[in-house]
Nanobody, 122 residues
Framework: QVQLVESGGGLVQAGGSLRLSCAAS????????MAWVRQAPGKEREFVAS????????YYADSVKGRFTISRDNAKNTVYLQMNSLKPEDTAVYYC???????????????WGQGTQVTVSS
């Protein structure tokens, strides 16, 4: 089992940048693939990005490709989401998620953090 705690959200102007972090508990972080999923008010959860257990594979939703970068540091039990060129439509609660299986384009993950709010003003 793994527990996840996100941080780094906040208010930023359009065109700005933020870096989200997700700290995982336990000594088995490297055995989990990780992902970021977001949910805007009144909308369903939306897959953002995922990264394999070693970090060798990454995958992005088309809506963030070229602007967001997912990475991980297994020595620090942490996964990151660097968000550049932010747009108002990126406003959402961003959740960190973990699963034993590397998954793409889905919100079906086994473990979730509590979420961190990202607000992009126009």
């Amino acid at each position: 089992q793994v527990q996840l705690v996100e941080s780094g959200g906040g208010l930023v102007q359009a065109g700005g940048s933020l870096r989200l972090s997700c700290a995982a508990s336990g000594r088995t972080f490297s055995s989990y693939a990780m992902a970021w999923v977001r949910q805007a008010p009144g909308k369903e959860r939306e897959f953002v990005a995922s990264i394999s257990r070693s970090g060798g594979m990454t995958y992005y939703a088309d809506s963030v490709k070229g602007r967001f970068t997912i990475s991980r540091d297994n020595a620090k039990n942490t996964v990151y989401l660097q968000m550049n060129s932010l747009k108002p439509e990126d406003t959402a609660v961003y959740y960190c998620a973990a699963d034993k299986v590397y998954k793409l384009e889905t919100d079906r993950f086994s473990y979730w953090g509590q979420g961190t709010q990202v607000t992009v003003s126009s």
